[in-house]
């Protein structure tokens, strides 16, 4: 999410259905956990800027997040599967 525009994206991904937002960039605890209320956890895919930012440091922010263990595997995996058309357990 990242930067300014990060409320923008939130809009725009709970708007139309093949949009979604990524943790990737400077993206805060409460940016990617306000993306997660207000566009749902289904709408927010794990992103890093390896190799400029260490991806354990985004993986840390989002299993810190007050949400369910569901939403936190739609975050790292399941999300990706489904828009890559992945078959995932």
Same mark, same amino acid.
């Given at each position: ?8 994206? =939130?809009?725009?991904? !709970? !708007?139309?259905?093949? %949009?979604? =937002? ?6 805060? %605890?409460?940016?990617?956990y306000a993306a997660?209320?207000? /566009?749902?956890?289904? *709408? =927010? ?7 400029y930012i260490d991806?354990? #440091?985004i993986i840390k !922010?989002?299993?810190?997040?007050? #949400?369910?263990?569901?939403? *936190?595997?739609?975050?790292?995996? !399941?999300?990706?599967? *489904? ?5 995932? /357990?």
């Open positions: 999410i990242g930067y300014e525009y990060w409320r923008d994206a =939130v809009y725009l991904a !709970k !708007k139309y259905p093949n %949009c979604y =937002v990524e943790t990737a960039a400077n993206s805060t %605890c409460g940016e990617i997660v209320r207000e /566009a749902g956890a289904d *709408k =927010v895919v794990y992103g890093s800027d390896f190799p991806p354990r #440091i !922010k989002v299993e810190a997040l007050p #949400i369910s263990d569901a939403d *936190k595997e739609l975050i790292f995996y !399941k999300n990706t599967a *489904k828009i890559n058309k992945l078959n995932v /357990a």
